[in-house]
Structure formats: structure tokens, C-alpha cells
């Protein structure tokens, strides 16, 4: 839904439709969303905002008909019927003047004045609102940063989101310290995005190889595993260097390949 609004707007600043066409598109795009999300869903939504808006926000839900109500009404309802003190615990948090869209997200997420303040407190007093939305959606809370900092890693907003997308976790972190390899933050991230974990690690040293992060991390991009580095020595390279195996992956050598070779009589090849 989000990308096809995207490309409603893009047509506005394009000047291919008008801001009324623009409207009548996002609206036609809200009732299809709501059509094929549940009434449960939706009355689920309504009231996950209990802490945020006032009785006036449920008397006037309360008064229309099930039909009647699209998302945008909704949101609607909830930035007329926010409570006071929730936009007064974010002005004095230093948020003024927010856009209607990012103060329903706000709430739809649950960003309450005190989560924002224990954030703020771990040294993130500039951070966006946006950000914090993404803080709430993917889990980044201040336990997570705490154990982080213990560890040493004082990270930029987005890199937090991208261990908890990526499950770096501090656990994570102290496992694979203990085999001696660079665990900067960009390294951590792209050693889960390839599936290097620590059981891979020391299966690599079992084998004999005593890889760096960037070794690894080429195991998971070209699909180099220990069955595979096996199999090769089994086909008569006991003594294969990691570079061999990486150009044998590359060029799309794989454990087919010699099984298939060894069924048409190639032995040591």
C-alpha cells in the first residue's frame, strides 16, 4: 500500500494528475485497504490508541456505522481527539509542530513520552521522530542500546535499526568476538545478512581455515560451506588454499559439479 501511495505523490510533483485526483486515489486506495483488512484488525487499532486520545475520539467512533469509517478517518479522528498533554510531553522533549501523518504513526506505534526520554538519556537527544517511530516498530528499546554500549558500540539511530532488522544481537556479538575477528558494526550486519554465524565460524577453523571477517563474509556471498570445501578434498585437493575454493564457487563449480565428474571417471583431477 505504502509504495503505491508513493507513486500517487510522484504523479502530483510530476504534474501527471492534480492534487484532486491525487485525494481521490489515496482515498480509493484506503477503502481497498480497508476491504481486505478485518473489522477485528481494525477495531484492534482503535483501540491500541486508548493511551494517546480522548473519550471524544471513541464517542464520535461509536456514533458512525462500520461502513463509514476508512483509515484516513481514523487517522483523521486521531489527530483531532489526541490528548493535550501527549503533544505537551513532546514539545517539552523538543518535537513542535509535527506533521499530522508522522503524529498518527507516533501513536499507531505507541512512542510514549517516557520511552522517548529513556532514549534520550543513552545520549540520543537529537534523534528524529521518525527515527523513534522505527525504534518502536523493529524493537529497539533502551535495554537493547544499554547492552550495546556495555559492549562498546555507541551507534548511529539507523545502524540500531539495522541490527534488529539484521538480529545483531549482543549475544550475537560476544560469540564471535571469542573467535578474534573485526566486529565493526558494518561487519556484523553484512556477516547475518550472509548467514555467518558462529557455528560456521568454527567449522571453517575445524577445517583449517583461520578466515578473516571479509573471508567470511565472501563464504556467504559466493556460497562456500564446510560440505563443500570436504567434498574438494575428497576429490584430491587435501591441501586446497581458501583462494582456490573461492575461484572454484566463483566460476560455479559446485558439489554437483564433481560428483558428476567422479560418476564420468575423473578421478584426481
Do not use: C
Not at 486508548?50 to 467512533?61: G, H, L, P, S
Not at 461502513?67 to 501527549?86: F, G, N, R
Not at 550475537?172 to 547475518?192: A, C, H, S, W
Request: glycine share 6%; charged share 30%.
Amino acid at each position: 500500500m505504502e509504495e503505491d501511495r508513493i507513486r500517487i505523490l510522484q504523479k502530483v510533483a510530476s504534474g501527471e494528475i492534480s492534487p484532486e485526483d491525487a485525494e481521490k486515489a489515496l482515498r480509493v486506495l484506503d477503502r481497498e485497504f480497508l476491504g481486505e483488512t478485518s473489522a477485528q484488525h481494525l477495531d484492534q487499532l482503535i483501540q491500541d490508541v486508548n493511551e494517546f486520545v480522548t473519550a471524544d475520539f471513541y464517542a464520535e467512533i461509536k456514533a458512525m456505522e462500520q461502513t463509514e469509517l476508512t483509515l484516513s478517518l481514523v487517522k483523521e479522528l486521531i489527530v483531532k481527539h489526541v490528548k493535550p498533554e501527549y503533544i505537551q510531553g513532546l514539545a517539552e522533549l523538543g518535537y513542535n509542530n509535527i506533521h499530522d501523518d508522522l503524529l498518527v504513526k507516533a501513536i499507531i506505534h505507541h512512542l510514549q513520552t517516557e520511552f522517548i526520554a529513556k532514549i534520550h538519556e543513552l545520549g540520543y537527544q537529537d534523534i528524529e521522530l521518525g527515527l523513534l517511530i522505527k525504534f518502536r516498530i523493529h524493537g529497539v528499546n533502551d535495554q537493547f542500546i544499554k547492552n550495546l554500549q556495555e559492549l562498546g558500540y555507541k551507534l548511529e539511530p539507523r545502524t540500531l535499526v539495522k541490527f534488529r532488522i539484521h538480529e545483531v544481537t549482543p549475544q550475537f556479538i560476544q560469540e564471535v568476538k571469542e573467535f578474534g575477528i573485526d566486529t565493526t558494526p558494518n561487519y556484523l550486519v553484512k556477516m547475518r545478512i550472509h548467514g555467518i554465524n558462529p557455528r560456521k565460524i568454527k567449522q571453517f577453523k575445524d577445517l583449517g581455515f583461520e578466515l578473516t571477517v571479509s573471508e567470511l563474509i565472501k563464504t556467504g556471498v559466493h556460497g562456500i560451506t564446510p560440505e563443500f570445501i570436504k567434498k574438494v578434498r575428497e576429490a584430491g585437493f587435501p591441501d586446497v588454499e581458501f583462494g582456490e575454493i573461492k575461484k572454484l564457487r566463483v566460476h560455479g563449480v559446485s558439489l554437483n559439479t564433481l560428483d558428476e565428474l567422479k560418476n564420468m571417471g575423473f578421478e584426481n583431477i
